[in-house]
């Protein structure tokens, strides 16, 4: 069936330096993209979001990019902090939200 | 800012025994859902709920689960008879508009024993 998935299920990163969490998807009739931070023991929380009608969309120190040829999207953080830490989710909206497995993100001091 | 909001935060039940999960979402949202997420693995969807009827259920969401939204504010997931794989966290999302984020709870973390 359609899938989102990550293609990495864990990162390490220095502080201060910028990550990169990349996810591909299936389903090419998908038009709707977000990313979401989860938090231990929280619930899952929007980051950003990006149509398909967009390449690139930039917010507070996150840029997410879309690559729809090869069906990849990929969140980038600027100056990684300590906070950062967390698992991060793609998904699409399609008639509801597939999420992707995870990248759980390590921001080392 | 508005929330969603789950209870209780976390539940104890016996193997076989019926649980009744709550939430209240945003007020104005139209559309809602409950996912589950097992220990350290994704989140998956159960069940979309939009003008009080389901929208679309998972082959996860079989007889034994249901949903309500009994009085207009809150949105419930039931469990009829529980099993061991059952443990979990049950997030309950809701969403505005047909295509936006959909902002979660907090989660209830459902442990069958």
């Known amino acids: 069936g359609e899938s989102v998935g990550l293609h990495l299920p864990t990162l390490s990163v220095q502080e201060g330096d910028n990550s990169i969490i990349n996810c591909a998807y299936s389903n090419s009739a998908s038009d709707y993209f977000i990313w979401y931070k989860q938090e231990s023991g929280k619930g899952p929380q929007f980051i950003i979001d990006i149509r398909s009608n967009m390449d690139k969309r930039q917010g507070q120190r996150v840029t997410v990019l879309l690559n729809k040829t090869v069906k990849h999207l990929s969140l980038q953080i600027a100056a990684t902090q300590p906070g950062d830490s967390a698992v991060y989710f793609c998904a699409e909206n399609g008639n509801q939200f597939y999420f992707g497995t995870g990248t759980s993100l390590t921001v080392i001091p | 800012e508005p929330e969603v909001t789950q209870t209780p935060s976390h539940q104890v039940t016996q193997m076989g025994q019926e649980v009744i999960l709550r939430c209240v979402p945003i007020?104005?949202?139209?559309?809602f859902y409950w996912y589950r997420q097992i220990l350290g693995q994704k989140v998956e969807f159960l069940v979309s709920f939009y003008n009080n009827e389901i929208s679309e259920k998972s082959e996860i969401f079989d007889d034994q689960f249901s949903v309500e939204r009994p009085d207009g504010s809150n949105f419930t997931l039931k469990i009829r008879s529980t099993k061991l794989e059952d443990s979990a966290m049950y997030f309950c999302?809701?969403?505005?508009?047909?295509?936006?984020?959909?902002?979660f709870g907090q989660g209830t973390r459902l442990t069958v024993v």
């Open positions: 999302a809701s969403l505005h508009a047909r295509q936006g984020s959909a902002f």
């Open positions: 007020s104005n949202h139209l559309y």
